[in-house]
């Protein structure tokens, strides 16, 4: 086992991350700086990767019922485990969110990391942004790597891959987003780590996916009906965007296209079922 570093959050990403990575992880509860002052002192980790966060019980809409969950998960923790890393010198690992902006599907500009984050619609992605500005901030100084994630898509199931969403529903929208396919994203965070990187970093596919696209290569293999509404018929509000991977690619590192690793997710995806 890695145990110069520690995964905190046992959640979807936090659990896969640890196991990928063959890593300690902790998954008690966080609320104060002497908190995580302890866990440091028991781990003594060289890296942290804070994969605490909430994203609702059922869906993003939940957050605005729980706010004060939402906003210690998503910024006051994330603050507390900046400062004591930045108190120890130990590197931090954030795992952030695309869900922050709005986006021109006519100029069909990819957003770079660069691009200032605009979409408040949600109580969720403005707590996204409150600790990513934190945070970024922060790195002047700081060892701290903001890796952001947007719609995981996993090949193996699970209630927050999309995939096992999107086979719950009858109706979809048909619109491109970027999607990152936690595999691939897993070999980049290493890659990251490994060189010690700092800033920030979008972790998508190259190319973004349209819901259809995925639920075509499932029916390949099992029968699946659906049909597809505009997005205007949407009652929840959404964000719906592409990001740019140039970042990542300016490192050498490869990034596949959604249309690569398609076929591969849902093959090994039905081995699990």
Not at 125 to 141: A, D, G, I, M, Q
Not at 210 to 231: A, G, S, V
Request: hydrophobic share 35%; proline share 5%; glycine share 4%.
């Amino acid at each position: 086992m890695n145990r110069k570093i520690l995964v905190l959050g046992k959640g979807f990403i936090g659990k896969r991350i640890a196991r990928f990575l063959d890593c300690s992880i902790f998954g008690g509860k966080i609320y104060t700086y002497e908190g995580i002052r302890k866990v440091i002192s028991i781990y003594n980790p060289e890296v942290i990767i804070n994969c605490i966060g909430s994203t609702g019980k059922k869906n993003v809409d939940d957050c605005e019922i729980d706010k004060d969950k939402t906003l210690n998960a998503n910024v006051f923790v994330p603050l507390i485990i900046a400062e004591a890393c930045f108190r120890k010198n130990i590197k931090l690992v954030h795992i952030s969110s695309g869900c922050i902006y709005h986006y021109d599907y006519e100029k069909n500009i990819p957003l770079t990391e660069e691009d200032e984050p605009d979409f408040y619609e949600l109580f969720y992605s403005r707590t996204k942004v409150y600790s990513e500005k934190s945070l970024l901030w922060l790195s002047k100084k700081a060892n701290i790597l903001i890796t952001r994630i947007r719609i995981p898509l996993d090949d193996r199931p699970h209630p927050k891959n999309i995939l096992d969403k999107l086979l719950k529903y009858k109706k979809i929208i048909d619109i491109p987003n970027s999607i990152t396919y936690i595999p691939d994203f897993l070999k980049i965070l290493k890659t990251l780590i490994e060189r010690d990187e700092k800033g920030l970093f979008n972790i998508v596919c190259k190319t973004p996916l349209r819901y259809p696209m995925l639920l075509d290569e499932f029916k390949k293999y099992r029968p699946f009906d659906y049909e597809i509404i505009p997005l205007s018929a949407l009652k929840s509000v959404r964000t719906n965007l592409i990001l740019s991977t140039s970042k990542l690619e300016s490192l050498g590192i490869k990034v596949r296209k959604s249309e690569e690793v398609i076929p591969e997710c849902v093959k090994n995806y039905l081995s699990y079922l």
